[in-house]
């Protein structure tokens, strides 16, 4: 079972670009430490391709807020252009409404709608991971949440849960 002392933080560009998936994740356990973070957005700006959005996607999603916060700075403070398709529409919606409100309440649902998708996306993927046969209705109660905390507290549980009702338990 991997847990939070299995992933180590990685702060070599090269080592992060060699594994993008672990480098994720170490962002996510790790990412308080802003070398962590540099790294990884080292790593994706040099090896750019249709699979970096994604790795910065998953590891925004499963990051703590502070790391986020983090995470956009890095990541703003380059030429880095990481947008998910979800987070572009509802940018270019709001623009297209032309008002500043419209444009600050489209991108800040659509990033809070965009957070929740890949954080139910998140879980699903590390419950499969795991080896853990999801039944449709379990499927769609993780897929239909949009409560971020709930999510956040699902896929710590998911990491790991002996079993899937364990998971859905506050105790974990």
Known sequence: ??????????????QAAEH???AAMSVMVHGRDRKVI????????????????????????MSAPEIRRLLEEIMTSTDWPVYSPF?????GRGKAEGKAEGK???????RVEGQA???????LLVLAARGFDIPDGTRVRISTCTDLT?????LTHAATTETLEDMFNESG
């Open 1 to 14: 079972m991997l847990g939070p002392d299995g992933i180590p933080p990685i702060t070599d560009p090269q």
């Open 20 to 22: 993008p998936d672990l």
């Open 38 to 61: 540099e790294a990884f957005a080292t790593a994706l700006a040099e090896t750019g391709g249709e699979h970096a959005p994604k790795y910065y996607e998953y590891a925004y999603s």
């Open 87 to 91: 987070a572009r529409e509802h940018f």
């Open 104 to 110: 600050a309440e489209g991108k800040a649902e659509g």
């Open 117 to 123: 998708e890949e954080a139910a996306r998140s879980v």
């Open 150 to 154: 709930q999510l956040e507290t699902w």
